[in-house]
Structures are given as structure tokens and as C-alpha cells.
């Protein structure tokens, strides 16, 4: 990820009611999904988006493992 130097990356504060509304509408999530990706992933809203998505990359062996075959 490249990003501007100075340009800090958007951060979900679980503990402003208002910004956790914006967020959870902005993402199509209720805020207990929101505040649960956030335990989960940490306050960086790219990394909240793609977790809730399930676009978070695995191996194939991960994917074998989760499947029951190793």
C-alpha cells in the first residue's frame, strides 16, 4: 500500500457513537458488526472494509485446511 507521506489512513473510533453510525452505513453493517471487525482487524477502515467483505487473502492451503483436507 502506497500512501502520500503525511496521509494517514482512514481510522474507525469505536468509541464515538456518531462516527460508528457513519461508518456502519457507509460499510452496510450494523455497528456490533462494525465494533466486532474492528476487534478483529484494528481501526484502519481499508482493513474493517475488507474483512467484513471476506476479501482477506488465504493460501490455498488455507482454503484446503478450512475445507477438511490437508
Same mark, same amino acid.
Given at each position: 500500500?502506497?500512501?502520500?507521506?503525511?496521509?494517514?489512513? @482512514?481510522?474507525? /473510533?469505536?468509541?464515538?457513537?456518531? #462516527?460508528?453510525?457513519?461508518?456502519?452505513?457507509?460499510? /452496510?453493517?450494523?455497528? #456490533?458488526?462494525?465494533?466486532?471487525?474492528?476487534?478483529?482487524?484494528? @481501526?484502519? #477502515?481499508?482493513?474493517?472494509?475488507?474483512?467484513?467483505?471476506?476479501?482477506?487473502?488465504?493460501?490455498?492451503? @488455507?482454503?484446503?485446511?478450512?475445507?477438511? @483436507?490437508?
Amino acid at each position: 500500500m502506497t500512501t502520500q507521506p503525511g496521509v494517514q489512513p @482512514d481510522r474507525i /473510533d469505536t468509541n464515538n457513537p456518531v #462516527a460508528c453510525a457513519k461508518w456502519a452505513k457507509k460499510l /452496510d453493517v450494523t455497528e #456490533a458488526q462494525l465494533h466486532e471487525a474492528v476487534k478483529a482487524v484494528g @481501526d484502519v #477502515a481499508s482493513d474493517v472494509e475488507m474483512h467484513l467483505k471476506g476479501s482477506h487473502s488465504t493460501t490455498n492451503s @488455507d482454503r484446503m485446511e478450512e475445507l477438511g @483436507d490437508s
